[in-house]
């Protein structure tokens, strides 16, 4: 039997990573814990989404999966060093993969991040860049109203729009070439953060990169399950309202999911 791999968010918005592991995957099992009895983990203190973090990479090595990917970026940012070192299972946070693809894009040295407000204050994107290179110019700034945004079906739209044009005016200012989307929710406002940007401004989507990292490393493992003839299977385990869950989950990963059970 294989092994599947391990998801984990604060909520629904690491189906973002979910639905590019499926396209650069297709014949994984994968295993989704969203934590929704306890989201937000953005406005949380390090210490919260530390002990939140560790307890569900517990409940995915319960499942026996073969590797975890921390879909949320503020786990990753704060949590990621503390949980790698308890557990021997490979870890796989977002940070890294979208710096790399950020750092490799930028022309003028000028990156921008947005995430929540945990990310930013952790510096963790801005550490990772200066740790690629020292050089980079890095803007990193919270736009908390986005992730409710996304969750209430904002995705366009004259608030959202003006919102938008407020917290990515200093990155307009800075000339930044190149932004990371830092937060599973971001990806589904490409569209209003390109036009306030311009259209001379790569934006970064972690998820993809992600994917292409835990295919890379699975591959190294001799893990990988690449010539299977079934699609994979994806379960879906939520702290709280699996309906809520349900609904948005459409939003997220283009369809509705057979499989959400409720966990304490
Ligand atoms: N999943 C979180 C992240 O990517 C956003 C939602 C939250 O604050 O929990 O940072």
Redesign the pocket.
């Known amino acids: 039997m294989t092994k599947p791999i391990g998801v984990f ?3 629904v ?2 189906l973002t990573v979910v639905k590019e592991l499926i396209r650069e995957l297709p014949f994984e099992d994968i295993v989704y814990f969203g934590d929704t009895a306890r ?5 949380k203190s390090k210490e919260t989404v530390i002990r939140f973090s560790i307890e569900n990479t517990l409940f995915l090595l319960k499942h026996k999966v073969k590797l975890i990917c921390v ?5 990753s ?1 704060v949590a990621l060093p503390a949980i790698k070192s308890h557990f021997k299972v490979p870890i796989i946070g ?1 940070i890294t993969p979208g710096v790399r693809e950020a750092v490799y894009a930028t022309r003028n040295r000028r990156i921008g991040v947005i ?2 407000k ?2 930013i204050k952790s510096r963790a994107y801005e550490n990772e860049i200066k740790h690629f290179n020292p050089e980079i110019e890095v803007v990193a700034l919270a736009c908390p109203l986005f ?1 409710p945004f996304v969750e209430e079906g904002w995705l366009s739209g004259k608030v959202v729009m003006d919102v938008a044009k407020t917290y990515l005016k200093p990155l307009k200012d800075a000339h930044v070439d190149t932004v990371i989307l ?4 971001y990806p589904l406002l490409k569209p209003v953060i390109k036009k306030v940007l311009g259209r001379g401004v790569t934006l970064i989507d972690s998820a993809k990169q992600v994917a292409i990292e835990v295919k890379k490393i699975l591959s190294v493992e001799s893990e990988l399950n690449g010539h299977r003839r079934n699609r994979g299977r994806h379960k879906f385990y939520v702290s709280d309202n699996p309906e809520w869950f349900n609904g948005l989950a459409r939003r997220f990963l283009g369809g509705p999911l057979v499989n959400v059970k409720k966990v304490k």
């Not at 989201?39 to 406005?43: A, C, H, N, Q």
């Not at 879909?71 to 786990?75: H, K, P, V």
């Open positions: 968010d604060s909520g918005g690491g989201v937000p983990y953005g406005i879909a949320c970026n503020t786990s940012s977002v995430g929540t945990g990310t992730v830092g937060c599973t929710h």
